[in-house]
């Protein structure tokens, strides 16, 4: 193998463990049997498992944000938007299971970078940018937005964790829920939510 056969044998052998066992359950030593080299092999190319675990992370979050990031930037009525990235989301997680796996887990070697919670962070900030627009358009208060976009993308996020899990109804009836609960939310909005006095 050359060396870049090599170093794409471990991290198809890494990102397997990782999303098997996660980062704590799993060893250069796992890693190196796997692969059937010797541990310095894996040393040689990442340094450790640390090294090996940013790569696979950096590749699974830059694969996600360009889903989710593609299904946000088309123009279209916020109704179609938020049916795309649930359906990106979900088709990651169809997609890349074990990818979903390892970025829905946190690690100590990606703190403010590279996790799903900052990913999610990402996204939410691209959600919104396009929440501005539409709140302002119905006379609703602005400055409640980054809650909103907030509040989105969790419940998607959380929906999707629990679908990557049970893998039933199919996705586009879990993002048809989802577009449901999120639209119907959305166009029904109070201008002045308030909670009722006890």
């Known amino acids: 193998m050359t060396a870049r056969e090599r170093r794409e044998q471990l991290l198809s052998v890494g990102r397997a463990l990782f999303a098997e066992k996660g980062f704590e359950g799993t060893s250069v030593e796992e890693i190196a049997a796997r692969a059937d ?21 950096d590749r699974e979050v ?4 360009g889903a989710l990031s593609g299904a946000l930037e088309q123009r279209a009525h916020p109704r179609q938007l938020v049916e795309r990235a649930a359906l990106a989301l979900l088709g990651y997680i169809e997609d890349s299971p074990d990818g979903f796996r390892i970025l829905a887990r946190d690690s100590p070697v990606a703190q403010s970078t590279g996790t799903f919670s900052s990913l999610l962070g990402d996204v939410a900030n691209q959600v919104e940018g396009l929440l501005v627009g539409q709140f302002a358009k119905r006379g609703l208060d602005t400055t409640v ?6 509040m989105l993308v969790g419940m998607v996020a959380l929906t999707g964790q629990h679908w990557a899990e049970v893998r039933e109804p199919e996705k586009q009836v879990v993002a048809a829920h989802l577009v449901n609960l999120a639209w119907n939310g959305l166009h029904m909005l109070d201008r002045r939510p308030t909670l009722p006095d006890e």
Not at 37 to 57: D, L, Q, R, T
Not at 145 to 150: E, N
């Open 37 to 57: 080299v010797s541990k310095p092999v894996v040393y040689e190319h990442f340094g450790g498992k640390e090294g090996m675990y940013a790569v696979i992370v």
């Open 62 to 65: 830059q694969a996600l944000l």
């Open 145 to 150: 937005v980054p809650f909103y976009s907030q």
